[in-house]
C-alpha cells in the first residue's frame, strides 16, 4: 500500500502552469527589470541631466548653483534611490506579511508606475522636485522588490522547481541595466531633448506586466501558515502545481505547512529574528552575502567602467564600446542562472565565484597601479574586468539574493529578508558615495579591499554556508542553529 502511494506522488509531479509561469516571469520583467533600469538610466546623460538641473533652478528660484552645490544636488539624485531602496527595504517584512507577497508586489507596482509618471513630466514642468521624488519613489520599490520578490517566487515554486525561479530577480536586475545602458546612450534617448523619456521607459515594463495582475498568484505558504486560510491555500496549491482535488501530493504539500505551523505561525519581528540564537548564522550569512555583493566591486566596476577604461589606456569611443560589452557580458552569464542553480549545487558555485572575483580584483589592481611598466598591462586590465564578470554571475551576483528564503522557514523569513536587504541597498549607498574618495586616494589600489572582501566571502561560504540545493527550508534550519559552532553545517 505505501509502495503504491509512494509511485501514486512520483507520478503527480508538479507542472509548470500558466499560473507559476505568470507570476515568475511576469513579476521579473514587471518589477525586477525596471529596478535594474532605474539604476543604470541616470549613468549616460548625467551631464544633461545636471545642466537642466542647474537651469531649471536658475530660472524658477533664480539660484545660482556653485559647482560644489550642483555637484550635491546631483549626489541627492543619483543617492536618494539608494536611500529609498534602504527604507523600501524595511518597511518590506511588515507589507509582505500584513498584505501578502502577491500585495508587496503590487505596492511596488504603483510607487513604479507613479515614479516613472514623475520622470517623464518633470522635465516640461521643470520640476526638479518630481525628478527626486521618482527616483525616491522607485528607491522604496526597489527596496520591497529584493526583500519580498525571492521570498514570493519561492514560496510559489515546489521544491523541484525553485532553482530556475530563484535567480530570476536578480537576472531581472542585470536585463535592467543593460536596457538602461542601451535606452540612455546619446544616439538614443540619452540627449538633452529626451533624457526624462528613457527615465520613464521603465513606466511600459510595468504597464504591460501588471495589466494581468488579477491572475498572479498569493503564495500558499502566507496562506496557510501567516493568515490560516487553508482552503485558499490548497485552491492556490492547485492552480500553482496542475494537482486534482483529490491529489495525494496535493495532500502531502498541505500536510507539510500544517507542521510548519504548529511550530510557529506568527512573523517573526525585527527584535525577536535578531535575538534568537538560532537564527544568527543564517541572518549573517544573508547579510554578508548581500553587503558584500556590493562590496565585491560590481556596482563601482559599472558606476565608473568607462573612465577605468580610459585609465586602462582605451580612447573615449572603445571605452564607451567595451563598457557596453561588459553589460552584455554581465547579462549573457547572468541567463544561465536558471540552469546553473538546477544543476549545480549552491556551495561550489559560491565557492568558485568568490575565489575567482578575489583573484581578478586582484590582478586587476596591480596591473592598473603598474599600467605603465608594460604596455600590455592595459590589455591585462581589460581582460581581468570582463574574467571577474564573469565569475561573478556564477555565484555572486544571483544566489544572495534569494539564499535567505532557502535558509529561513516561513515565520522569520521576511523579517530575515528584509534585513538584508537593508545592509545591500546601505552597502549600494556606501559604494556610490565614497567609491570616488577613496579612488582619488588610494588609486588602484582602491580595488584591493574588495577583493579581501570576496575572499572572506569565500571562507565563510567554505566553512558555515550549508548545501540547501534540493533541501526544505525546515531540513537546512537546524545544520545552522548552532551559530558559528555549527560544524557541519556545510554539509
Known amino acids: 500500500m505505501a509502495a503504491e502511494s509512494a509511485k501514486r506522488l512520483e507520478r503527480e509531479q508538479p507542472r509548470w502552469t500558466w499560473s507559476l509561469n505568470l507570476a515568475g516571469f511576469g513579476a521579473t520583467i514587471g518589477a525586477a527589470v525596471p529596478i535594474g533600469y532605474c539604476t543604470g538610466v541616470v549613468n549616460s546623460p548625467a551631464v544633461h541631466m545636471r545642466a537642466w538641473c542647474q537651469q531649471t533652478l536658475k530660472a524658477r528660484y533664480d539660484w545660482e548653483l556653485t559647482d560644489g552645490a550642483l555637484e550635491l544636488l546631483w549626489s541627492a539624485v543619483v543617492s536618494i534611490f539608494l536611500v529609498g531602496g534602504a527604507v523600501g527595504s524595511v518597511t518590506g517584512a511588515a507589507i509582505a506579511n500584513k498584505f501578502g507577497r502577491r500585495g508587496s508586489f503590487y505596492i511596488c507596482g504603483v510607487l513604479l508606475l507613479l515614479g516613472s509618471i514623475f520622470f517623464y513630466i518633470c522635465r516640461p514642468l521643470n520640476s526638479v522636485e518630481l525628478l527626486l521624488l521618482g527616483r525616491l519613489l522607485v528607491g522604496l520599490a526597489g527596496g520591497l522588490i529584493t526583500a519580498c520578490m525571492p521570498m514570493y517566487h519561492s514560496e510559489l515554486a515546489a521544491l523541484s522547481q525553485r532553482s530556475k525561479l530563484a535567480p530570476l530577480c536578480p537576472m531581472g536586475l542585470t536585463v535592467g541595466v543593460v536596457i538602461s545602458q542601451i535606452c540612455s546612450l546619446q544616439s538614443v534617448l540619452g540627449t538633452a531633448q529626451h533624457w526624462h523619456v528613457a527615465l520613464a521607459i521603465c513606466g511600459i515594463f510595468v504597464v504591460v506586466c501588471y495589466a494581468p495582475f488579477k491572475w498572479y498568484p498569493e503564495s500558499p505558504k502566507w496562506l496557510y501558515i501567516v493568515k490560516g486560510r487553508k482552503q485558499q491555500a490548497a485552491q492556490q496549491l492547485q492552480l500553482l502545481r496542475g494537482y486534482a482535488a483529490d491529489s495525494e501530493a496535493l495532500q502531502a504539500e498541505l500536510n507539510e505547512m500544517e507542521q510548519e505551523a504548529k511550530v510557529e505561525s506568527e512573523p517573526a519581528t525585527f527584535l525577536q529574528v535578531l535575538r534568537n540564537p538560532q537564527l544568527r548564522l543564517p541572518l549573517i550569512i544573508v547579510c554578508a552575502y548581500l553587503g558584500g555583493q556590493q562590496l565585491s566591486g560590481i556596482n563601482a566596476i559599472f558606476y565608473y567602467s568607462v573612465s577605468i577604461f580610459r585609465k ?162 525546515s531540513e537546512v534550519a537546524p545544520l545552522v542553529a548552532d551559530g558559528f559552532k555549527s560544524k557541519r553545517s556545510r554539509q
Open 312 to 473: 586602462a589606456g582605451l580612447s573615449a569611443q572603445a571605452s564607451e564600446w567595451a563598457n557596453l560589452g561588459a553589460g552584455c557580458l554581465n547579462l549573457a552569464t547572468s541567463l544561465l542562472g536558471p540552469m546553473l542553480m538546477e544543476r549545480v549545487n549552491r556551495r561550489p558555485l559560491m565557492s568558485f565565484s568568490t575565489f575567482f572575483c578575489a583573484v581578478f580584483l586582484f590582478l586587476f589592481a596591480m596591473l592598473l597601479e603598474f599600467i605603465d611598466a608594460f604596455s600590455w598591462f592595459a590589455i591585462g586590465c581589460v581582460a581581468c574586468i570582463f574574467l571577474y564578470i564573469f565569475v561573478f554571475q556564477f555565484g555572486l551576483g544571483p544566489l544572495p539574493f534569494f539564499i535567505g528564503a532557502e535558509l529561513f522557514e516561513v515565520a522569520p523569513r521576511s523579517a530575515a529578508m528584509s534585513l538584508g536587504s537593508v545592509v545591500y541597498w546601505m552597502c549600494n549607498l556606501f559604494i556610490g558615495m565614497a567609491f570616488p574618495t577613496l579612488q582619488n586616494a588610494w588609486g588602484a589600489l582602491v580595488f584591493l579591499p574588495f577583493s579581501i572582501n570576496c575572499l572572506l566571502l569565500f571562507l565563510l561560504t567554505r566553512r558555515y554556508l550549508p548545501e540547501t540545493r534540493g533541501r526544505d527550508p
